[in-house]
């Protein structure tokens, strides 16, 4: 299974975070699992850290190398996930969480979030 990792999800697994459920561990450690994290997410990351807020302790590049060192791949930002944004309904508007949404749709994958709002795009959405 593919499995697309939110932003707050990826770090909270490469952290280990008690905020990661057992069941977004379970998910990320099946061993028919393929974890995946967006370019849009690293993106966030890097404009967070440098705007110096706090909840974005790591930098991009940090990040990027944890989530190497985890086995996790990337994905990129193609031309058909811009567009899918355009389609879907204005739950969310962080544009983050919409690309992420948009991609998950489709590629297909499994998006996996802790945000209710994300949620409400639908089947293709694990809240956890």
Do not use: C
């Not at 939110?6 to 998910?27: C, F, M, N, Y």
């Not at 193609?78 to 204005?90: G, M, R, T």
């Not at 508007?93 to 749709?105: E, K, S, T, Y």
């Amino acid at each position: 299974m593919n499995l697309l990792l939110d932003t707050h999800v990826a770090l909270w697994a490469i952290a280990d975070s008690p905020r990661l459920s057992g069941k977004a561990r379970e998910l990320i450690q099946s061993p028919g699992a393929t974890v995946w994290i967006s370019a849009a997410s690293v993106w966030e990351i890097a404009i967070k850290h440098a705007l110096g807020r706090g909840d974005m302790p790591l930098s991009g590049h940090d990040a990027v190398g944890y989530f190497r060192a985890s086995g996790y791949r990337f994905l990129g930002i193609e031309p058909e996930h811009a567009v899918a944004v355009e389609e879907l309904p204005a739950h969310h508007q962080d544009p983050f969480d919409r690309i992420l949404v948009a991609q998950a749709l489709v590629e297909p994958m499994r998006l996996l979030t802790h945000d209710p709002v994300v949620a409400l795009y639908g089947d293709i959405i694990v809240r956890i």
